[in-house]
């Protein structure tokens, strides 16, 4: 065979190859899509996972509140964090319904992912603020928790002149603590998927760009 022949058939068949292996727009669309039905999916485990918790602080405050005499202190004390909890449980509620609602296709992909990130960013911010502000208070009541329950000591009776002090100490390593771990925590629970969608997005504005 000459050489000649020889580099046509070598041509022919790179490009017969390459157009068999080349991701069309569709494909990568379908790509994109598979990967917010994962996020989705993930997503929707983790907002069911702040309900149960929510749930179950509701319950075990609630109980407390009911079930507990002789000390109206503990029970303020418990109805407070019911309350502080009541507001996260809609608001979860809420974003869960969303989610769940989602239809994930192709021809809607553009919009479900921006308003999937738009939902997210308030929702991560919301999240980390309020609990910034929750932490040092929730650390500072655990503080009395502890005493109730594992010393048995009823907390109506303190001495709020000598507690002032370890409270206090208690509200700023909470202050400290709680923005280390919220910011490990959102990003787990939330930041990775933000993250995902955000280049999601990207890709698909590049696709269509090239379009």
């Not at 319904?97 to 939902?119: D, H, P, Q």
């Not at 910034?132 to 048995?152: E, F, N, S, T, V």
């Not at 009776?157 to 370890?166: A, C, N, Q, T």
């Amino acid at each position: 065979m000459k050489l000649d022949s020889l580099k046509d058939v070598w041509q022919t068949y790179a490009a017969q190859t390459a157009a068999a292996h080349k991701v069309t727009e569709n494909q990568i669309a379908v790509l994109l899509k598979a990967r917010t039905e994962n996020s989705v999916t993930k997503l929707k485990q983790n907002i069911y996972f702040e309900l149960g918790v929510q749930v179950l602080t509701i319950l075990l405050f609630g109980a407390g509140a009911i079930f507990t005499s002789g000390d109206l202190a503990f029970r303020v004390l418990c109805l407070v964090v019911v309350v502080v909890c009541l507001p996260f449980l809609a608001y979860f509620w809420a974003r869960l319904t969303y989610v769940r609602s989602l239809n994930v296709t192709t021809a809607n992909l553009r919009a479900t992912l921006k308003n999937l990130i738009e939902m997210l960013t308030g929702l991560t911010r919301l999240y980390f603020w309020t609990n910034m502000l929750l932490a040092p208070i929730g650390l500072a009541a655990g503080q009395l928790a502890y005493l109730k329950l594992a010393r048995g000591i009823n907390i109506s009776h303190l001495p709020w002149d000598l507690m002032g002090l370890r409270l206090v100490i208690g509200f700023v390593i909470g202050a400290v603590l709680g923005y280390f771990f919220l910011k490990w925590y959102i990003r787990k629970m939330f930041g990775d998927h933000l993250k995902s969608l955000q280049q999601a997005y990207g890709e698909l504005e590049n696709l269509e760009a090239a379009a």
